[in-house]
């Protein structure tokens, strides 16, 4: 139980750490400046705790995970092309949002809900800052949200303990109950 609480205290110091560090942005605001941040510390933080636990399997877990919103949130920024509540292009969805739930879901899924509680609350900050920021609508930030959340569910397995996952082929259908040791 230590060592969980250790993490989640690790998890956000380094969060707040990287809130401390100077960005130029564009625009004013300290909620952008902050979201901005947090839009790359919770990545950082992610593939830390990788790191952290000696977790091989989980970084590729997470590298597939943020590929697949990556590529899924470029690929619909690119042939969509919406406008920006600022007048700019490539609103719909938010990367800043897929990239931060992707991680939020990798950490919950991966780790357990001590952790991924701290997570979300960073995602939704960052989602938060973006419509703050004229950046996005509501709709380009959930979306962004989905699709990070969709990513890093297919591809993350719980560290340790019980996973059930439904199964199905053209033929079967059924639950799929395993244990990671």
Not at 27 to 41: F, M, S, V
Not at 78 to 92: A, E, L, V
Not at 118 to 140: C, G, L, M, N, W
Request: net charge neutral.
């Amino acid at each position: 139980m230590k060592r969980c609480h250790l993490h989640s205290r690790l998890l956000l110091f380094g969060m707040l750490i990287c809130l401390s560090v100077d960005i130029d942005v564009h625009a004013a605001g300290g909620i952008e400046t902050a979201g901005d941040a947090l839009a790359i510390a919770l990545p950082a933080a992610a593939a830390g705790l990788t790191f952290g636990f000696r977790d091989g399997q989980g970084a590729l877990q997470f590298g597939e995970s943020e590929a697949l919103a990556l590529g899924v949130t470029y690929g619909l920024k690119w042939t969509i092309d919406g406008k920006r509540p600022n007048g700019d292009n490539q609103s719909f969805p938010s990367a800043h949002a897929s990239t931060s739930f992707v991680s939020a879901e990798f950490i919950r899924k991966r780790y357990g809900w001590d952790y991924g509680i701290p997570a979300y609350i960073v995602a939704t900050f960052v989602a938060y800052s973006r419509v703050e920021a004229k950046q996005h609508y509501a709709h380009d930030v959930i979306a962004g949200a989905a699709i990070g959340i969709g990513s890093s569910y297919l591809f993350t397995y719980p560290y340790k303990g019980w996973h059930i996952q439904p199964e199905a082929d053209h033929e079967h259908y059924g639950i799929r109950l395993t244990r990671a040791w």
